[in-house]
């Protein structure tokens, strides 16, 4: 199973004492601002769940994040196959959510860059994608310093939120193996 190190971090498997902290950081309204309903106590200990299995099953998923020197759990950060049908899937997508505390020191970006850099050399992918709400701008320039690249003719409403709401209207980054390669 593959885990992942950075210069500050570890990109891990989830481990049973990471509920708590993850529970709480969905139940922030700042953390969860860009999303139409955050997730309930039970939803949140499914998503760990899901991730955990995916990891499990084939070694690579959303991971759950810690500082090597520092908080054994901050988030997650890795990549992941989006469940909803668009016109860029099916895909492979790098995504992140960190606790509010540990925002502004570039852990977001540092793990994505070893999430990204394992799709392309471990994995063989030929592109990776991000997407956010038109309104998330702190995810997209993550997407923005890991040199992926947007092109509003990619834009989409997300199926999964309703219709009319504000938070529907999503930007899609794109990053190609060749791109990544070069950069
Ligand atoms: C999206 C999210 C991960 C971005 O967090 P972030 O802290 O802005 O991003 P990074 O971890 O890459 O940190 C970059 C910031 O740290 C600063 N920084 C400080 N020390 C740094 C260092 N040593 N190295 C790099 N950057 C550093 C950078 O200048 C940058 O700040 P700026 O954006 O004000 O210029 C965070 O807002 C989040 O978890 N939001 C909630 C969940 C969410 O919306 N997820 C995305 C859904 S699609």
Redo the contacts with the bound molecule.
Sequence with gaps: MAELRTERLLLRQWREEDLDPFAELNADPE??R?FPSPPSRAESDALAERARRQIEAEGWGLWAVEVAEGASFI?FVGLARPSFEAHFTPAVEV????GREH????????AARAAVGYGFEELDLDEIVS??SLL?E??S??ME?LGMTHDPADDFEHPRVPAGHPLRPHVLYRLSRSDWAVS
């Design positions: 953390t969860m860009f988030g995504g992140w959510r960190l925002w502004g020191r570039g852990y977001a970006t540092e997407f956010t998330n702190p995810s320039r993550v310093r």
